[in-house]
């Protein structure tokens, strides 16, 4: 895996960020009845008590079971049923039953974590300077993949949670107010060669390098997302039902899946309502459009004669602007309205996801991490409110196939500069 290498003199501050990476997991899963630990609504979700338990495996996995002297696995058949997709570490449990796994109890998947948080410290505060330059990195892999978990974490609750009947609250209203809408409008980027791509400097995945230059054209892109005032017209419109602004694909996913609105939308003779992690609540029309797929997306840019942003466009938009915004440490669960760049949701650009010229996937298991997946998934950019603040770059590449809605997904629209 290309990650940077690691500094030994930065043992101290890793063991702190292990500390409060891993903790962070945890706390997301306080508000969780036990019951609620096992639920998975869907093949692409993933039981709470799996994410725990995975996260543990990865650590187990990739640094323990490979620098950790004289290491013995917590349980000999956890490999097989917490390894998500890596073909080189062995077999695995299917993914779609992951929620049939009553056993191991939550009680011993918080011990696994424990015996990993603590051999896994033991190691990388003992460990001789060659040892710890080899797994500093690795440390660093797992902990902003444990970072990832923690989002899908609330993203699958979400979606098990908006199944049932009673519409759980994973945890109450916000007391702050929400922010004032933003007014529309749009920001012109002049053609030019860009640099696209990590350059060095801190942690990135492999799949955004390597930096490479890109040429790309003059652009308009929104000054802020689409709302859920502006997707409401579309709604009504009668945009779901007019094939016309809607690739050949994603009618066919509209028509099989029936959609009529973003995902946790719900009418009702009062309007519409959203289901959201911290209960129902009526449409917002200043809040950002969320649990759209990229289908969606796409005909809502056509229905406005617009388009969605390249990831090469949006990457040049965020250029010198701060990485900040309603994420996860925020508190909020839920797009807020305004027009920060960061944050809120996820941005859906008009990119599928493949390698930059001159990438090339690691040798060995942690390469299957990110290259594998390179085919049939659309590129998301920006972060969302379920995106942990210190994990979010301006070069950070998320991807999802084009149909998935259970992310914290929207829209930023862009258009041609006439030339
Ligand atoms: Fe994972």
Not at 32 to 38: G, M, S, T
Not at 100 to 112: C, G
Not at 151 to 163: I, N, Q, S, Y
């Amino acid at each position: 895996m290309p990650v940077m290498p690691h500094d030994p003199a930065d043992t101290p501050a890793l063991a702190a960020r292990f500390i409060a990476v891993r903790g962070a997991t945890e706390r997301l899963a306080a508000p969780l009845a036990v019951e609620d630990y096992q639920l998975q609504s869907m093949p692409d979700c993933s039981p709470p008590k799996w994410h725990l338990a995975h996260t543990a495996w990865f650590f187990e996995t990739f640094v323990l079971a490979e620098y950790a002297p004289d290491f013995r696995p917590h349980h000999p058949q956890f490999n097989y049923l917490f390894n998500s997709y890596y073909d080189a570490v062995g077999d695995r449990w299917p993914r779609p039953a992951r929620g049939l796994l009553s056993r191991p109890t939550v009680a011993e998947v918080y011990d696994y974590r424990r015996s990993v948080d603590e051999r896994t410290l033991a190691l990388i505060t003992t460990a001789d300077e060659d040892t710890l330059g080899a797994i500093g990195s690795v440390v660093e892999l797992g902990l902003n993949h444990e970072q990832q978990h923690q989002e899908l974490l609330l993203t699958d609750l979400k979606h098990a949670f908006g199944l049932n009947p009673l519409r759980p609250v994973y945890a109450p209203p916000p007391a702050a107010a929400p922010p004032p809408a933003a007014p529309p409008g749009w920001e012109v980027h002049a053609p030019g060669v860009r640099r696209i791509g990590h350059a060095g400097g801190g942690f990135a995945f492999d799949n955004e390098g390597p930096v490479h230059s890109a040429y790309v054209s003059g652009f308009e892109i929104a000054t802020g997302p689409v709302t859920n005032g502006d997707f409401l017209r579309f709604v009504q419109d009668g945009g779901y039902d007019r094939p016309e602004f809607w690739l050949s694909d994603g009618w066919a996913a509209r028509r099989r899946d029936a959609w009529a609105a973003p995902l946790y939308w719900e009418r009702d003779p009062g309007g519409w309502s959203l289901f959201t992690l911290r209960g129902m609540r009526p449409l917002d029309p200043a809040e950002p459009v969320c649990h759209v797929s990229y289908y969606e997306a796409d005909a809502y840019a056509r229905w406005t004669g617009t388009r969605l942003p390249t990831e090469f466009e949006w990457e040049t938009a965020a250029a010198g602007r701060e990485v900040g915004g309603n994420f996860l440490d925020a508190g909020r669960l839920h797009p807020a309205a305004g027009d920060a760049f960061y944050g809120d949701v996820w941005v859906w650009t008009a990119s599928p996801y493949g390698a930059y010229p001159g990438y090339r996937s690691a040798a060995g298991a942690l390469g299957e991490y990110n290259g594998k997946f390179m085919c049939n998934q659309m590129v998301l950019r920006g972060g969302s409110c379920a995106t942990p603040a210190g994990h979010m770059r301006p070069t950070y590449r998320n991807f999802f196939p084009p149909d998935a809605r259970w992310q914290f997904s929207g829209l930023r629209l862009a258009r041609d500069v006439p030339a």
